[in-house]
């Protein structure tokens, strides 16, 4: 009961951005020369928009003593709908976009994720390997402390502020260091979302090439999600299966750096981490339903319900799924905080990703762009 009104509140801000993404005029819906209707605004970043507006504008704490706020909430403040909020809103984040991936598994088969997943490793490796030693010295070139170097690093390279975390207490990073290094990776993930389909359509990426680049050079899950599906259907499912193959390089990173900060501090370390940190479970889930498409089982039921199929429904709940965990991080987005979390870091987090971009999308134009 607790995560209820949290959900409920993605729930509703997911509707909302359907509903909003299907408006007959432009630029939700553009007629094209055949007749066609489009709806260019795919509801993911419409629901990650309107989910910023409100944790900035309506839940903002700095709102909370003031008339309008009251006002506009009747008889609770800011503050508190943001407390009875988070749980769920969290939950939306990493339980229903897990779930929303791995119901998505029901439309590829064993051949199309292998033959994704090589392109995809060959490159992943490269640019995490460069991404992670290019971050380490532009942050030594700025005099950034290391362990805050190797956070800015990680997250850059891997996925984010998971990859954060889960190396944080490895190399005894304190909770300053880990919160401003979140911040940091996830505000220019933010403007990828944005940013990369403008940049992809100018370059003339296709949904493959599209799918490659944002899959390796977008830092978190959630905001490869939702540029990937911004881009086009194939390029999201691209960008997905190519951030899961990622993900997959996060435990031997965080292994080498811890050892190498252990090897810099005295102290013990006894903390252990679950090996589920390393290798998310939804991914092997994912690939259990890619077994069952290949298999023919999928198919199976799609006969069985011919009018409306499983894979229909399927694919439907798993793009409404990832649309309410979108919301969810529009909402744990709080704009203030990013702006406040220090020009050096800032700096070294922005080349970082201009750096990994760069790296990504010229591989991907010379190699993947088919």
């Avoid at 370390?269 to 939804?282: E, I, L, M, Y």
Wanted: with cysteine; aromatic share 8%; net charge positive.
């Amino acid at each position: 009961m607790k995560k209820l009104p949290g959900i409920l509140t993605t729930f509703l801000i997911s509707l909302l951005a359907y509903a909003i993404g299907s408006l007959p005029f432009r630029p939700f819906s553009i007629k094209l020369m055949d007749g066609r209707v489009v709806h260019p605004l795919e509801a993911m970043v419409i629901a990650i928009i309107l989910g910023i507006i409100i944790a900035n504008l309506l839940l903002s704490n700095k709102n909370d003593d003031k008339v309008l706020a009251k006002n506009c909430f009747g008889y609770m403040s800011a503050t508190k709908i943001s407390e009875s909020i988070a749980d769920g809103v969290n939950f939306s984040i990493k339980f229903l976009l897990p779930l929303g991936i791995v119901l998505m598994g029901v439309k590829f088969d064993l051949m199309t994720v292998f033959k994704i997943s090589a392109n995809a490793l060959i490159l992943n490796v490269a640019c995490v390997i460069l991404a992670y030693f290019i971050t380490i010295w532009i942050c030594k070139c700025l005099k950034i402390d290391s362990k805050m170097s190797a956070l800015i690093a990680i997250g850059t390279a891997i996925c984010g502020g998971s990859a954060i975390v889960v190396l944080a207490p490895l190399i005894k990073s304190n909770r300053t260091q880990t919160s401003i290094a979140i911040t940091i990776v996830s505000l220019f993930g933010l403007i990828a979302i944005f940013l990369y389909p403008y940049i992809g359509h100018l370059t003339g990426l296709t949904q493959t090439g599209f799918g490659i680049w944002a899959g390796t050079a977008i830092q978190a899950v959630p905001q490869v999600v939702a540029a990937g599906f911004t881009f086009g259907v194939m390029a999201g499912q691209v960008a997905t299966i190519v951030k899961m193959v990622r993900i997959l390089l996060l435990a031997p990173m965080v292994i080498l750096i811890g050892a190498k900060h252990h090897k810099q501090n005295t102290e013990n370390t006894t903390q252990k981490t679950k090996w589920s940190t390393f290798f998310p479970k939804f991914i092997l889930f994912f690939l259990l339903m890619v077994v069952l498409k290949s298999i023919g089982v999928i198919d199976f039921l799609d006969h069985l319900t011919p009018h409306t199929t499983f894979s229909t429904v399927a694919l439907s709940l798993s793009s409404f799924l990832m649309t309410m965990a979108m919301a969810g991080v529009g909402l744990n987005t709080h704009l203030g905080t990013m702006l406040k979390s220090g020009m050096k870091p800032l700096l070294a987090g922005f080349i970082a990703a201009s750096a990994m971009a760069g790296l990504s999308i010229g591989a991907v134009l010379i190699f993947f762009n088919h």
